[in-house]
């Protein structure tokens, strides 16, 4: 996600100096060093209605033994202050007598500044705005003391609801600014701040419309400019997104601002605008502008990966861990170079890493704090199901958080039912996932076959999928629509089931099931884990990648497909794997091969692989050099590991991703056994191997993501003794098996059941 650079609370120097006198600024610092020598903590609070007054006796008292005290009649202002304890012990107890014994010794303070008794509260709010960061209980209540002695005292409304903010206190933060807007909707800064608030709750629509109020308010102020673009980028969606660009080049235009910050934002809007190269460009100027900031070298890593500059994204990606001076972001930093390090095969570190991560994240989600890796990239670490879901979780959660309005029908989707008759029920499916993506390719074949008496298929491609139009009843090119208009579109539809086939992975549509536009919400096929998302109310999978004792690891209901969950797509391209006259290049009798990104397995499984590769005389590994720049980091590790055994460059072919389906299908033929990456199974592929043939070597995991070799291993309704050849119940027995099944190959003896 985009770590943006612009402050979104405005500091109290920008409040203070449009607000009140400078002169009040200065004996700030003095009331406050007085008021510090007050030892304790008090509690005083305001109410949900913005009234930050108790009975009146108590305040009316003690404001009376300020006057007093203010005009020099000492022995008076005493007596008061001791009838206004009394009445606010009475009030509150023990607590808030000592409370005011503190208050009356901060009072007294305001003496030593030279304030009269008109100015107290306004020495009230500069002593509280001093010590806020330090001592922000203490600052909480010397704001709501201003305010119960000026009631329409707009300014402190403000900091105090930007105090509440800072702590986390969102509901009283919201009051607060609401009240200080009401009193005074002429000020720009009280519309920004609560666009802040919204942008601050991840709620960037509900912003726009309080920083378009604040910009004209402010005509040659960049700051609410700044904080509108910024919401529309986050807010999402084409025509948004496109608006901040426009701003973006007018401000440049009126303000001549090329400054890092402000180069930093376009960049990544250029980026999530799809404009990868002018995206490349900005950033590079910002960091040629400003070579220490770290949010700008994580941004920059993000796009260099979507532009698969995998050494580069790394080199950026350790800029910011390495610098001390970019604390605050390196954990983003370092769990987003743990992956990419996964992905090219660095496994220096990899259990430092794996382990400095996985408490990173739990740390982080046990605060409250969003963890720094996304659910989809969860999948492909060594974590447990319990953690992924815990991950899964916190994103929904700011999910919901951010939502522009109330959801059409309640979570309670196991409740709602279907109470539609005399129609063909509908089904609806959205993804940005539907062209040239195997979870097109996979769930067309569902498309082509399924029973259009019963049902109506609609189909909602968040990124367009010409091909699958003429294959349901309805297609929705929705890819330039934000959120809300795909639910509202959605919702006309009068949709019965709506099945979600990206779960968490990028360009997913999170945002628009959290506005649950149908009774019934289904994950399916792209996203092998929980969703973690109330408004998600099953999961479809069998019973081989989530057994009954695993349900516990996901937040919806699970329905069981009989055989395996997964849908082949083979039927229309087995046809043309003959046309293909793609070859290997070796010669070898035992070839074993794992067509998966490096992602998705480890140096543990590697070394297995490497045993398997010394045990079997002339056998040869196969794999795939996606990304290309794995490779020299794959046979630098084999090659340490062997130590000279055998020459590991002469052993382990690499071929390339290939995009056609045909020649795909021929290659795998190739392959005498398929040896199955455990941390994260194949999925496609493995449906590929065994369409063409090829026998799938697999170990049982303990995640959905590493079990569909058992789920489709179960669909070919093998005997047990094949069964238990190819699904290991240990490392151990993996290892095992596949130099049994090698023998077994070399003496050309047949032990695969026959197919059914």
Known sequence: PMVSPLPLLVSFSLVASLLVPVHSQIVAKTHA?????????????????????????????????????????????????????????????????????????????????????????????????????????????????????????????????????????????????????????????????????????????????????????????????????????????????????????????????????????????????????????????????????????????????????????????????????????????????????????????????????????????????????????????????????????????????????EPYYPYTGFNNGITKTGTNLRIGFISAYLSNHIVGQMISELFIQYDKEQLQFYVYATRPAPSIEGMVDKYADVANHDAETIAASIYADEIDILIDLDGHM???????????????????????????????????????????????????????????????????????????DYTVGSNANVIFCSMNQVIKFDPDIFRIWLNILRSVTGSRLWLMSHPPEAKSHILAYAAKYLGGTIEASERILFHDHLVESKDHLVRLQQCSLFLDPPKYNSHATGLDALWMGVPILTLLGSKMSSRAGASMLHALSLSPTTTELLLASSIATYEKNAILLAVRLQQCSLFLDPPK
């Open 33 to 405: 060093e007085c008021f510090l020598s007050i030892q304790g903590e008090g509690s005083m609070k305001c109410d949900g209605n913005g009234h930050c007054s108790s009975p009146s006796t108590c305040y009316d008292t003690l404001q009376q033994g300020f006057i007093l005290e203010s005009n020099g009649d000492v022995e008076k202002a005493y007596k008061t202050y001791q009838d206004a304890k009394k009445s606010c012990s009475e009030m509150d107890g023990d607590d808030m007598s000592t409370l005011f014994d503190e208050i009356i010794q901060a009072l007294r303070c305001v003496d030593v500044s030279g304030l009269g008794a008109v100015s107290v509260p306004y020495g009230l709010f500069f002593s509280a705005s001093y010590i806020e960061h330090t001592h922000p209980s203490h600052a909480s209540n010397l704001y709501s003391l201003a305010i119960s002695m000026r009631t329409q005292f707009a300014e402190a409304y403000m900091a105090l609801g930007r105090l509440h903010m800072r702590l986390k206190e969102y509901d009283m933060a919201k009051v607060m600014l609401e009240h200080s807007l009401r009193l005074q909707p002429r000020k720009y800064v009280a519309h920004y701040m609560m666009g802040a608030f919204y942008m601050t709750t991840n709620q960037p629509l509900k912003a726009i419309p309080f920083f378009e109020a604040a910009c004209p308010l402010a005509p040659e102020s960049t700051v609410p400019l700044s904080a509108l673009a910024t919401s529309l980028h986050k807010a999402g969606g084409n025509a948004n997104m496109m608006r901040a660009k426009d701003i973006y080049t007018d401000w440049i235009d009126k303000f001549n601002d090329h400054t890092p910050q402000i180069m930093a934002n376009i960049a990544v809007l250029y980026k999530d605008l799809g404009m990868l190269v002018e995206s490349i460009q900005a950033f590079e100027r910002s960091l040629e502008l400003d070579g220490h900031s770290a949010s700008t070298h994580i941004n920059y890593a993000h796009a260099l990966e979507e532009g698969k500059r995998y050494n580069d994204a790394m080199a950026h990606y350790s800029a910011a861990v390495d610098d001390h001076d970019m604390s605050q972001e390196r954990p983003d930093a370092l769990c987003q170079l743990y992956v990419i390090e996964q992905r090219l095969g660095i496994w220096d570190q990899w259990y430092t890493r794996t382990s400095d991560v996985r408490d990173m994240q739990e740390g982080r989600i046990s605060v409250g704090e969003g963890p720094c890796m996304t659910p989809s990239m969860s999948l492909f670490c060594p974590f447990d199901a319990l953690h992924n879901l815990e991950v899964a979780t916190s994103f929904a959660n700011r999910t919901i958080a951010a939502r522009s309005r």
């Open 506 to 580: 990028p360009g997913n549509s999170q945002a628009v099931l959290a506005l649950q536009p149908v009774p019934i919400q289904v994950s399916y096929l792209g996203f092998p884990g929980s969703s973690g998302a109330p408004y998600i109310q099953y999961i479809i999978a069998d019973e081989r990648v989530i057994p009954q004792e695993h349900a516990q690891h996901f937040s919806e209901k699970i329905l069981y497909m009989p055989h395996s969950y997964f849908v082949a797509h083979h039927a229309n391209m087995y046809q043309f794997a003959s046309e293909s």
